[in-house]
């Protein structure tokens, strides 16, 4: 797809830069290159869908599981390898008394701190046990391919990926509930708040035309 082409030009294009400052290259031949732009499209569950998800029963311990750390990083906000390589040391008490995750981000080497609310909480203390993990390790493909038999399950006519715990998180959880773009970047481990707007900025403006209409039916 062309964001993937466009990230892969991107990294490459680092190679020619240093390739034309050691002298190896005369010019840079992307020069002139404008990569096409793509419009990013956000899928994540809204407050029903969530609500189903986690009120439904499955009778087999994989997808229970699978189910317990999708809905666990949909209020976290943990991408895959935070949520594989969480232990119990990331957990910590914090100012507040409350319970937070603090852990590097592999993707920017940032490190994140992330309050645990009740819900994620309620799914750790349900995996505890006397590994330093603090969850049972699943490959992310076995993990995606659970995720889909789950959603034809629960009925939500999305294509789930773990990714979309993380958009949920960003979306339903934080910003349909008025939290700041800044604080969900600083929650996201994003490296720049511009790429929080850049993802989430339609987001802000749907939840700003449903309180003017909630407004208008008011008036």
């Known amino acids: 797809q062309q964001i993937t082409i466009n990230k892969e030009i991107q990294r490459f294009r ?16 992307f020069v002139l290159y404008r990569s096409k732009r793509v419009v990013k499209t956000v899928v994540f569950l809204s407050v029903e869908e969530l609500e189903s998800l986690e009120n439904y029963q499955f009778n087999h311990d994989t997808l229970t599981l699978i189910q317990d750390l999708f809905i666990f990083c949909c209020y976290t906000g943990l991408a ?43 799914i750790i203390n349900k995996y505890q046990s006397d590994n330093d993990a603090v969850f049972p390790k699943r490959s992310n493909v076995s993990f995606n391919t659970y995720l889909k038999e789950i959603a034809v399950l629960v009925g939500i006519d999305k294509r789930l990926t773990h990714h979309v715990a993380r958009k949920t998180f960003a979306s339903t959880v934080l910003l349909y509930n008025d939290v700041p773009m800044e604080i969900v970047s600083e929650l996201l481990g994003h490296s720049s708040i511009s790429i929080t707007q850049a993802y989430y900025g339609k987001i802000v403006k749907r939840k700003v035309g449903d309180e003017i209409k909630r407004l208008a039916e008011k008036k």
């Open 14 to 29: 680092k190679t020619v830069k240093e390739a034309v400052g050691e002298g190896y290259l005369d010019r840079d031949p």
């Open 80 to 122: 895959y390898r935070e949520m594989a390589d969480l232990e119990k040391k990331h957990l910590v008490i914090g100012f507040d008394n409350n319970t937070w995750i603090q852990i590097k981000r592999k993707k920017t080497n940032k490190m994140i701190s992330v309050p645990l609310l009740p819900k994620a909480k309620v």
